[in-house]
């Protein structure tokens, strides 16, 4: 089992510029989530989904954009990049909305 | 709105002293409460989690944590913390809608 897979590890973007963030998990999980992780700010959810198909906003989701065409994979897109999008990205998988997250290994993105 | 609050942000301890961080939540219904920890670098990891039953829960590591539902407190414990307890520690809890709220972590370093 690899658990959640998230890839790129880094990047660097110009402001402006989109890009896509990939998870995945093999675990069969339902629930989905993305995070940011700042600094003295812990984890502050982006969107989640629930399961294929379904996704909804969480308290930071202006802009990005999230779909779940498949119970496996669940990417996060960069619209148009700015300087305060620079952070850690966590994505998270559970198997039901009650149990305990499995998180990747992070993407550190920095936006010039 | 559910909430948690970490009130200690930062600790520095000796190898060989205990150790407790403070975690608050605020909810009135039925909570499932966890801790995770990051390791500089790291993505996090889960330590411990309460459902039901006894409130006192032992974790990987030799950590333990205790839920007093009057308090709305669910405190991480540790008798003695080693060097490699360096971390930085984050207290989650799931209620209403299954929603998963953190707080803002406690950084802890330990001093050979």
């Known amino acids: 089992n690899a658990g959640v897979t998230q890839t790129p590890k880094f990047q660097v973007l110009k402001t402006g510029q989109s890009m896509t963030l990939q998870c995945a998990q093999d675990m069969n999980h339902e629930y989905m989530s993305w995070y940011r992780q700042d600094p003295g700010m812990g984890l502050r959810l982006i969107h989640y989904s629930v399961g294929a198909g379904i996704t909804d906003q969480g308290e930071v989701p202006n802009g990005y954009n999230v779909s779940r065409s498949t119970t496996e994979d669940f990417p996060l897109r960069l619209l148009s990049a700015a300087p305060s999008q620079t952070s850690v990205y966590f994505c998270?998988?559970?198997?039901?909305?009650?149990?305990?997250?499995?998180f990747g290994d992070g993407t550190r993105l920095s936006i010039l | 709105a559910q909430s948690v609050s970490q009130h200690n942000h930062h600790v520095i301890l000796s190898e060989a002293a205990s150790l407790e961080l403070g975690c608050n939540y605020s909810y009135g219904g039925t909570v499932n409460l966890f801790w995770y920890v990051q390791y500089p670098g790291q993505h996090l990891q889960l330590l411990l989690k309460?459902?039901?039953?006894?409130?006192l829960v032992k974790g990987i590591k030799g950590f333990e944590a205790e839920f007093i539902k009057s308090k709305f407190s669910f405190n991480l414990r540790k008798p003695s913390v080693q060097w490699s307890d360096t971390a930085e520690y984050f207290c989650a809890v799931i209620g209403g809608y299954q929603k998963v709220t953190f707080g803002t972590g406690t950084k802890l370093q330990v001093i050979p």
């Open positions: 309460y459902f039901s039953g006894d409130p």
């Open positions: 998270a998988s559970r198997r039901d909305g009650n149990q305990p997250q499995h």
